[in-house]
């Protein structure tokens, strides 16, 4: 028997094991994880090299059922199957986000612990920020994640200031920290790259102390007739009990949380019982409110490439390029309230002008300029990183469309289903094509993006879609060719299905520990508040429970 069972060992359930073993040495800690140790696979360390883990046995390989919103075509949701989770491929991007959206957060769940100001000192803890001179009131200096900016790293790519005077036409301004909690505007891109290599989860938070069990499935948490947590039953029929009072944490991540939950009769009674499964708790909002970024990727063909703009050609390179991504900035914009308004209502009635997603302004899109192409085959273009070309980006930060996961079967090795509901709402069509329409301006009408590119790749059989392109053009572009972010959140959502100490609602000593608790969107990449919430995690359980 033992103190905590971990069941998931992704970013969230390494950090929180660590840090429990770390803070008291005395806990007996088992970590469970379904994937094994990555330790010493040839294509992690280097981050170009997460091409080669996409549909390799690292990836539970998802496929979303067809959506409805886009065309009728599924969309490839790829989750991480290893020790570290999403650290071991995701694209590094350290990207805090909005003090707005923390406080959407803290206001909905009623408790300060997870405003902005409540997960600063975790968002400290979690880094060792790249610039000594930095604001300590906002950023930490020894923590496990070294982060580093494009400056940082000593990288200078050529159209570096052509590019921050293209993102000038927006009318924003350059800052010099975006991580501040205050990002809108032009700025470095920050990366958690150490010297340009990966830093996974298990490295950066060791689990010496802990017991891990890797290649090893969790089928469901075993809950007495007293409705408490007492242990785990995995796939192969053993069990694994905590001590009494012992906690069974749950940290398998936004698509197989609620799966686990659901497996073991926490759920929706109706639907579990479609699979066998006799309820224990009544929990109906398990695997709801899924949420997620969609992105749209759009190509360019340059105007000059015999000038080593980009990645392919022979004349691309300099001084420290290895040491991340082929970018200079990044860029976080409003949009106009009036015409967003127009769309919330169409979708809620009629809403209030201090309605939340209209308010100071909200972080509504982000958006990237890359010096190289890739994935332009999920739009049917094939385009070789041979110097010629580069690529843009923009996501939709705050989308309300809300999705589902739902049980496949009663076996723990089945695939959940999973249903992200993507561009369901005319607010997150609106965003969208705010976006397209902001990227059309600026590579086509202005002296910058002119004199950069001579065309966009367009898609077969679609319309070119170019400054006088209609609603209904732009949204059959994003319907063919829009996909995720891969940040999904909120299946087990704050205020749904845990409360504001993590613990799920009618089960005593159970909680989730992941990216299932965000209760909404965040205009961040996941990594950053993923690692925030485990720290917090392992103050909120030593506090309460040991």
């Known amino acids: 028997m033992t103190d905590i069972i971990i069941v998931g060992g992704g970013t969230a359930g390494v950090v929180l094991a660590s840090r429990l073993h770390q803070h ?54 790829c989750a991480v199957k290893g020790l570290s989770g999403g650290t071991i491929i995701n694209s590094g991007g350290w990207i805090r986000g909005d003090v707005l959206d923390y406080e959407e957060w803290a206001r909905e769940v009623k408790d300060e612990r997870w405003s902005y100001n409540g997960l600063l ?9 790249f610039d000594a001179d930095g604001d300590p009131a906002q950023h930490g200096f020894d923590g496990p994640i070294v982060t580093a900016s494009v400056s940082s790293s000593g990288r200078k790519f050529p159209l570096r200031d052509t590019i921050f005077k293209l993102w000038s036409h927006l009318g924003l301004q350059h800052i010099p920290d975006a991580n501040n909690g205050h990002p809108q505007g032009i700025t470095d891109l920050v990366e958690n790259w150490k010297d340009g290599k990966r830093q996974i989860a298990s490295d950066a938070y060791p689990l010496g102390g802990v017991k891990v069990l890797t ?40 698509y197989r949380t609620p799966q686990i939950l659901q497996l073991s009769g926490i759920g929706d009674s109706t639907h579990l019982s479609q699979h066998g499964i006799t309820t224990t708790v009544e929990l109906p909002q398990v695997g709801t409110n899924l949420h997620d970024h969609l992105l ?25 390029f290895e040491k991340g991504g082929p970018v200079d900035w990044l860029v976080t914009t409003p949009i106009p309230t009036a015409p967003l308004k127009a769309a919330l209502e169409k979708d809620e009635g009629q809403v209030p002008d201090d309605h939340p997603l209209l308010k100071s302004p909200r972080s509504h899109l ?9 994935g332009a085959e999920a739009q049917g273009l094939q385009i070789p990183m041979d ?17 589902s996961i739902t049980l496949s079967s009663n076996d723990p090795s089945a695939p959940p289903v999973i249903d992200p509901n993507y561009y369901a709402t005319e607010t997150d069509k609106h965003v969208m094509r705010e976006g397209f329409r902001m990227h059309s301006q600026l590579m086509l009408d202005t002296p910058e993006g002119k004199e950069l590119v001579a065309e966009e790749y367009t898609p077969p059989g679609l319309v070119s879609a170019g400054l006088d392109a209609s609603d209904e053009q732009i949204d059959e572009r994003i319907k063919f060719g829009a996909s995720t972010t891969f940040h999904p959140g909120g299946t087990a959502a704050m205020g749904k299905v845990v409360d504001g100490s993590l613990k799920v609602y ?27 919430i485990a720290e917090q995690a392992a103050d909120i359980i030593l506090g309460e429970d040991f």
């Open 296 to 320: 749209l990727y759009r190509y360019w063909k340059l105007r000059y490439p015999e000038k080593g703009l980009a990645a392919g050609s022979p004349l691309f390179g300099g001084p420290n």
């Open 121 to 129: 000192p975790y968002f400290k803890r979690s880094e060792k920020h």
């Open 24 to 77: 008291k040495p005395e806990l007996s800690i088992v970590l469970i994880e379904a994937g094994s140790d990555v330790t010493g696979h040839p294509h992690i360390a280097t981050p170009a090299d997460a091409a080669f883990l996409h549909f390799s046995d690292l990836d539970w390989k998802y496929m979303t059922v067809p959506q409805k919103h886009l065309n009728g075509a599924p969309r490839y949701n």
């Open 387 to 403: 110097g010629n070309s580069i690529m843009t980006y923009y996501m939709g930060c705050l989308p309300t469309s809300r999705g």
């Open 506 to 532: 009618g089960v005593k000593n159970l909680r989730v520990v992941d990216a299932s608790v965000i209760p909404q969107p965040l205009a961040s990449h996941y990594q950053v508040i993923v690692y925030a």
């Open 215 to 254: 290649d090893t499935l969790v089928r469901r948490i075993i809950i007495n007739d007293d409705k408490v947590a007492v242990g785990v039953e995995l796939a192969s029929g053993e069990i694994h009990m905590v001590k009494k009072g012992g906690q069974v944490v749950v940290s398998a991540g936004a």
């Open 366 to 374: 982000e958006m990237i300029l890359l010096y190289a192409v890739f």
